[in-house]
T-cell receptor, first 112, second 113 residues
Framework: SQQGEEDPQALSIQEGENATMNCSYKTSINNLQWYRQNSGRGLVHLILIRSNEREKHSGRLRVTLDTSKKSSSLLITASRAADTASYFCATDGSSNTGKLIFGQGTTLQVKP | DTAVSQTPKYLVTQMGNDKSIKCEQNLGHDTMYWYKQDSKKFLKIMFSYNNKELIINETVPNRFSPKSPDKAHLNLHINSLELGDSAVYFC????????????FGEGSRLTVL
């Protein structure tokens, strides 16, 4: 299965600290995406990294992709209480089925 | 204007009943999805439609039947509801063929008693 796995499952940090979440997957991919879900809300897309890219930045977010290890990481720098949410990675398989498979998510709590 | 809207947001019903969840999008996207999120937040893809045509049909009980009357709508009908159907159901849309980001609705929380 293409299912992604995320680690850690839960992370609690102080405001201002950096948060790192990791994602591993099993099959070859076209791209990998990260989403955020606030409690009781829908998922919101954060960033997409293609299989031929190694690193991407968006504001306080930095995503890396290592296709040889089939893993990705999401770094949130200078975290804020408003960053408290669940974060999911999702992989788009190279077979181009349009099926975006989500990992189990990391729940991040940022304490003020 | 909400881009992807689902109704109802909450649904509480008895086992054995039949219920529907509706999804509408105003983004003009070709592809629409239904995902199920369980109590552990695990998101599982159920169905995908591209321009009213079913293209992904995961291993889902045939009590679940999606219907896309037009490109902007994708509904989910569930027959003979079971306790295990309790979950949050998300509609999502996607542009640019099979790549690119998904746009999610706010979810429909189904509770089966």
């Amino acid at each position: 299965s293409q299912q992604g796995e995320e680690d850690p499952q839960a992370l609690s940090i102080q405001e201002g600290e950096n948060a790192t979440m990791n994602c591993s997957y099993k099959t070859s991919i076209n791209n990998l995406q990260w989403y955020r879900q606030n409690s009781g809300r829908g998922l919101v897309h954060l960033i997409l990294i293609r299989s031929n890219e190694r690193e991407k930045h968006s504001g306080r977010l930095r995503v890396t992709l290592d296709t040889s290890k089939k893993s990705s990481s999401l770094l949130i720098t200078a975290s804020r209480a408003a960053d408290t949410a669940s974060y999911f990675c999702a992989t788009d398989g190279s077979s181009n089925t349009g099926k975006l498979i989500f990992g189990q998510g990391t729940t991040l709590q940022v304490k003020p | 204007d909400t881009a992807v809207s689902q109704t109802p947001k909450y649904l509480v019903t008895q086992m054995g009943n039949d219920k529907s969840i509706k999804c509408e999008q105003n983004l003009g996207h070709d592809t629409m999805y239904w995902y199920k999120q369980d109590s552990k937040k695990f998101l599982k893809i159920m169905f995908s439609y591209n321009n009213k045509e079913l293209i992904i049909n995961e291993t889902v009980p045939n009590r679940f039947s999606p219907k896309s009357p037009d490109k902007a709508h994708l509904n989910l009908h569930i027959n003979s509801l079971e306790l295990g159907d309790s979950a949050v159901y998300f509609c999502a849309t996607r542009d640019r063929g099979n790549t690119g980001e998904l746009f999610f609705g706010e979810g429909s929380r189904l509770t089966v008693l």
